[in-house]
């Protein structure tokens, strides 16, 4: 079984920053893709940014130059979140696309969400 663990997520002022993180764990034995979702009340869910194996990074028009998204290490992903607006509260989610043992294809997981609230 594939475990992702999210962290970091709260309350902050407009203007403020927060990092987030997710650590994967169990049985996988490749990471592709790493990445943060979002999804506002009333909203589908969203791509905020992304890192693929070799490191290129995919964002949000609505979040360039504000986030960054790093892969601390082969199973941990960071998303550091600054000049947050009342725009970015949503519960994020992590998202890795790799194989678990004993499957022959990739697949994507998911973390269970961190709420993420930013007051104006």
């Known amino acids: 079984q594939v475990q992702l663990v999210e962290s970091g997520g709260g309350v902050v002022q407009a203007g403020g920053s927060l990092r987030l993180s997710c650590a994967v764990s169990g049985s996988i034995v490749s990471i592709n893709d790493m990445g943060w979702y979002r999804q506002a009340p009333g909203k589908q869910r969203e791509l905020v940014a992304q890192?693929?194996?070799?490191?290129?990074t995919n964002y949000a028009d609505s979040v360039k130059g504000r986030f960054t998204i790093s892969r601390d290490n082969a199973k941990t992903v960071s998303l550091q979140m600054n000049s947050l607006q009342a725009e970015d509260t949503a519960v994020y989610y992590c998202?890795?696309?790799?194989?678990?043992?004993?499957?022959?294809?990739?697949?994507?997981?998911w973390g269970q969400g961190t709420q993420v609230t930013v007051s104006s």
């Open positions: 890192i693929r194996y070799g490191g290129t």
């Open positions: 998202n890795v696309v790799g194989r678990g043992a004993g499957l022959l294809n990739q697949r994507p997981y």
